[in-house]
């Protein structure tokens, strides 16, 4: 009888654990930034400077846990011909999974019509945070998807090795 209660406080232990870890990963870091986004930006191909563009019914969420967390979505009213005439492609784009309940943001369909060309990434902002780029896919109808990514030099300073001649110096501490 014992040996019983011990398994099965053992049992219940193990699924408030479970739980827990579960809310912690899908849930608890996550903050609507919907309210404090006050401009989206691409890096004009002119200039090489992030300039704002229009956009409305953003809905956005980030975390202070990681830099890449954060994933918008919003709609723009600038097409996609002109996007493409003055603002940088984003080549390597590669969206993040987001929580399942932020039900705006499919990565997997945003990744497979970035390989069609049933929308096209810009460039955002370059080191948005050393080493992480804000990249935003954009569809023909207006709909558009932002999300960070890790560039090359942060990938090349997060394993541990020194900086490469062609990125910026990494901050203190990352080297």
Known sequence: ???RLAILGMLVIALIT?????????????DDVSTNVENVQLTSIVSGDAEGILFENVKA?????????????????????LL????EIYD????????AWFDCFDAEQIGEDLTSGGAVAFLGNRNIQYGID????????????????????GDVVFDGNPTPPECPPAPEGLN
Request: some cysteine; aromatic content about 18%.
């Open 84 to 87: 493409t005439e003055t603002y």
């Open 18 to 30: 479970g739980a827990a870890i579960y809310y912690l990963q899908v849930y608890a870091y996550y």
């Open 134 to 153: 804000r990249v935003v896919a954009v569809y023909p109808d207006g709909r558009a998807f932002a999300w960070h990514q890790i560039n090359f030099c």
């Open 92 to 99: 390597e784009a590669e969206p993040r999974v987001a929580p």
């Open 1 to 3: 009888m014992i040996a």
């Open 61 to 81: 969420i980030d975390s202070d846990s990681s830099p890449l967390r954060y994933r918008a979505c919003f709609e723009t009213g600038l097409s996609l011909a």
